[in-house]
Each structure stands twice: as structure tokens, then as C-alpha cells.
């Protein structure tokens, strides 16, 4: 990256892609054209991609055309990426007015043939199906508010994930972290921005670019409007994240490949060593949370598989995991949990609670909860077995049987069984 503002000539960079959980760049060298595009494809727009090349020297009309027709088809995936759209158009406007006609005609091309689809299917050219979403409250019109800049920032930036010696060791909550937020807010689990790209904070190093500061400045810029514009809808939710990230990203990385080249020679390895350190440790973040998804669904859907992959990077028996592990242990019985097996989504939890004199045993998996009222004394000690064989998780006291449930398959890691 550093040739690209030291060695070469002014006029060439790298184009860098970069997307939560992959980051390469495009070997192709572009030189010349004066044009900044962006598209987003995948289904329901989850994947978005920054694509840029900068010259703002001569403003070649056909790299002008591409990027306006790219950044309107980002529209069609995400309609708010049209705050990139403007921003680009601005920043024309401002170096090369006399070129943004060549800009703004596949942009309005583009618009018109999806505001007449959109009026076609749903009676208003601004309407782009939030109102027919079959979906949960607050979740089929914006609720844009202020009040929901804070929490907004809060999930899509800093919500950490959970840390685990189980392997795959990163994985995203849950439950939503505990965050002062209103009512309409609606959000999912979600792992900040700032763990899958730690590079993110230096964003200010865009400052240093010089000649291709146009480029990334316009990357950050866009990225952070964007980003303010998402939070205020009160919608917070892991895929929005690809919506500013990649913008975000490629600024920052640029910023820092041109810092890079300003440091003296003698301290160029610093800069170097951060940059690759934050992007070891994103790509590892990454690779974790590609490996769990958001709601474990390789343990749900193929947990032998999972046990297997597992087995490969746990070298400790205690935090390798097994599947349906032989569980049978006797625990004092008291009030809230009693003993868990497993880790969440996917966990077992057996509780007591109390309603005043009433008692009620609690067993839990994967939201599916039986529970027994305790007639008469409760036991001192209770005993809990699981028999692999049948899937059923089996709870006694005093010699008798109090609550069998079945739970099917059961994965646990020595480390993940015993006592709250």
C-alpha cells in the first residue's frame, strides 16, 4: 500500500474493498479517471461494497457516468446510500462542477426507473415496502428520533461480543446488551463495528492522504452520515453494520497507508505494526463470528460437524467440546439457577423460583421451558442426569423422579457444566 502514495506516480491507486469478515484489494491499477463509485448487492442488501479510484486532476465523463449509475444502483439495494450519492455529487460540485452533468445523468436514470417501480408496486415513488414488512412493532415504519442517536451508536459501534476459552471464542450475545434506549427502538444482538475493524477510531488519519485525501475523505464522511442516519431510525441490527463499515474501512486504510508513507523511515514500522495488528485481530474476529453466525446455527443444525471442527483448534480437554456429553451430578437446591450445561442460545439451565411460599423447578433449552410445582418440602439435594441415548434430561429428589424433559442433543465443553 505504501507504493501507492510513495513511489508511484500521483495518479495511481489501488482500489480496496473491504466487507465485516473480508478484506482485499482489487490488483488492477487505475489511472487517471477522477470518479468515486459505490454498489451494494446480496439478498435484502446485507452485502454493500466501496469500490473508489481518484484523479481529480482530469474528470474522464465515462469513469463519471459509472460511478453515478454504480451509486444509483446502491440505492435500489439500500435506499439510504443515496447520502452517499449525495456526498459524492457535493464534492464534484465543489472540484469539478463543470463534469457533473456526466455524474448525475445515469444517478437520475437510475432514480426514475426505481421510483417507477416503486409506484408501480406500491402506490408511491418513495415507498420502498417498509409498510408491508410482516414483522414486529416499530419494525415497518422509521421512528427517526434523536433519542435513538445514543443507543443507535452505542449497538452499532462499541455492543461487544462474548469472549470464551470455548471454541470458536467469539461469538455475538444473546440478549441484547442492557443500554438506556426508547420504547420503538428495535434492536437485535449485535458485535460493534469497532471489534470486526479496530482500525476504525483513526479514521482522522485521512488528514495525511494529500492527494487522494479527496477519495478517503468522502469514504468518511459518507460513512459517518450514514451511520448517523441508521442509528436515528431506531433500527439496530448486525447486517446494517455492511451499510457505513466498508466506507468506513477503505477511508481509514487509505489514511493509514498515507500516514504510512509521511513517518520518517526510521519510524515507519509503527504506523505499519498498529495497522497490521488491528487488521489480524478484526480478520479473527471475523473469522469467529463467520464461524458462528448469529445465532449458532452450525451447533444447531450440524452439531457433530461443529464438535468436529472444534476438536481441531481445542488442544485443552477441558474447553474442548463434546456432543451429548454423560451428565450426572447432585446439586443443593436453593432459589434462581441451579445448574447449567451447554452455552447460550444453546444451553441447559435448571432453576427454582419462588412466588412467595410456591416453588416452581424450572427447566430450560433453547427456549423450550418445562416446568414442575414443588408439592410439600423440597428436597435438600437434587440429582441431575442426562442419558445421551434418549435425549432426556432427568431431575430427582428424595428418592423420587421430579421433572424429565427432553431435550434432544446437548454440545458442552467440560468447562461449560457445573453451578452458577
Not at 519510524?267 to 479473527?284: D, H, K, M, Q, Y
Not at 449458532?296 to 474447553?319: C, H, Q, T, Y
Amino acid at each position: 500500500m505504501e507504493t501507492a502514495y510513495g513511489a508511484r506516480p500521483a495518479g495511481e491507486l489501488w482500489a480496496v474493498r473491504i466487507v465485516p469478515g473480508r478484506v482485499s484489494v482489487f490488483g488492477r491499477r487505475v489511472d487517471g479517471p477522477a470518479s468515486i463509485g459505490a454498489s451494494g448487492t446480496g439478498d435484502a442488501g446485507d452485502d454493500a461494497a466501496a469500490l473508489g479510484t481518484c484523479q481529480f486532476e482530469s474528470s474522464r465523463p465515462e469513469w463519471l457516468a459509472a460511478a453515478g449509475f454504480m451509486f444509483g444502483m446502491a440505492v435500489t439495494c439500500r435506499p439510504h446510500l443515496i447520502i452517499a450519492g449525495a456526498v459524492v455529487l457535493a464534492a464534484i460540485l465543489f472540484s469539478a462542477w463543470r463534469t457533473v452533468i456526466y455524474f448525475v445523468t445515469p444517478l437520475l436514470v437510475v432514480g426514475m426507473a426505481l421510483a417507477t417501480y416503486n409506484y408501480e408496486r406500491f402506490g408511491n415513488p418513495l415507498e420502498f415496502g417498509n409498510r408491508y414488512l410482516l414483522a414486529g412493532p416499530n419494525q415497518s415504519k422509521l421512528n427517526r428520533s434523536p433519542s435513538n442517536l445514543k443507543p443507535g451508536m452505542y449497538y452499532l459501534l462499541l455492543s461487544a461480543p462474548e469472549f470464551s476459552p470455548v471454541f470458536p471464542w467469539i461469538l455475538i450475545t444473546p440478549h441484547v446488551r442492557d443500554f438506556p434506549r426508547p420504547a420503538t427502538n428495535t434492536t437485535e444482538p449485535t458485535a460493534g463495528a469497532i471489534y470486526l475493524a479496530p482500525f476504525l477510531p483513526l479514521a482522522l488519519l485521512v488528514l495525511f492522504a494529500r492527494r487522494v485525501r479527496p477519495l478517503l475523505g468522502v469514504c468518511v464522511v459518507s460513512g459517518l452520515l450514514v451511520l448517523c442516519f441508521i442509528s436515528a431510525t431506531g433500527w439496530s441490527t448486525q447486517r446494517y453494520e455492511v451499510d457505513f463499515l466498508p466506507l468506513l474501512a477503505l477511508g481509514c486504510v487509505g489514511g493509514f497507508a498515507a500516514a504510512i508513507g509521511w513517518v520518517g523511515s526510521y519510524w515507519r514500522w509503527a504506523p505499519t505494526s498498529v495497522l497490521c495488528v488491528a487488521i489480524v485481530c478484526g480478520a479473527a474476529v471475523n473469522l469467529a463470528l463467520g464461524l458462528a453466525g448469529p445465532y449458532d446455527e452450525m451447533k444447531l443444525n450440524k452439531p457433530a460437524r461443529f464438535v468436529r471442527i472444534a476438536g481441531w483448534f481445542s488442544p485443552i480437554e477441558r474447553f474442548r467440546p463434546v456432543l451429548n456429553p454423560r451428565i450426572d451430578v447432585s446439586i443443593k437446591t436453593g432459589a434462581g439457577l441451579l445448574f447449567f450445561a451447554g452455552q447460550l442460545p444453546y444451553r441447559y439451565e435448571l432453576s427454582m423460583e419462588r412466588d412467595g411460599p410456591r416453588a416452581s423447578l424450572v427447566s430450560r433449552y433453547n427456549q423450550s421451558p418445562v416446568t414442575q410445582e414443588m408439592a410439600g418440602d423440597v428436597p435438600d439435594v437434587l440429582r441431575v442426569t442426562y442419558t445421551p441415548v434418549s435425549g432426556e434430561m432427568n431431575v430427582s429428589g428424595d428418592g423420587r423422579q421430579i421433572l424429565v424433559h427432553k431435550i434432544g442433543w446437548l454440545v458442552s465443553a467440560p468447562v461449560q457444566i457445573g453451578l452458577p
